[in-house]
Nanobody
Framework: QVQLVESGGGLVQPGGSLRLSCAAS????????MGWYRQAPGKERELVAN????????NYADSVKDRFTISRGNAKNTVYLQMNSLIPEDTAVYYC?????????????????WGQGTQVTVSS
């Protein structure tokens, strides 16, 4: 069984920063694609960013480009999301996602493994 565990969420003021972490454990030792999705109340889950853990290629949602950075750990089972210049519209539950595919999918159904989510709230 595989578990993805997110950490690093919380309450931050507009303009602030947070760093999310996701670590995988279980009987899969690595993933080829890992990413972050978010879901705000009343909205659909959307891709924030994803990364190919082998070559480091990435995708970002337009709304977070130049503010967020996704990175991978040395082992291909850890991913981070550095979030800077946070705005209230970034408020959501953030989910870690992982898959063995190398295709860097952008749809939720492209990922077989999901974390439980961590709340990020941007408010003054």
């Amino acid at each position: 069984q595989v578990q993805l565990v997110e950490s690093g969420g919380g309450l931050v003021q507009p303009g602030g920063s947070l760093r999310l972490s996701c670590a995988a454990s279980g009987n899969i030792f690595y993933f080829n694609t890992m990413g972050w999705y978010r879901q705000a109340p009343g909205k659909e889950r959307e891709l924030v960013a994803n990364i190919n853990t082998d070559d480091g290629s990435t995708n970002y949602a337009d709304s977070v480009k130049d503010r967020f950075t996704i990175s991978r750990g040395n082992a291909k089972n850890t991913v981070y999301l550095q979030m800077n210049s946070l705005i209230p519209e970034d408020t959501a539950v953030y989910y870690c996602a992982a898959d063995l595919s190398t295709r860097l999918g952008t749809k939720s159904e492209d990922y077989d493994y999901w974390g439980q989510g961590t709340q990020v709230t941007v408010s003054s």
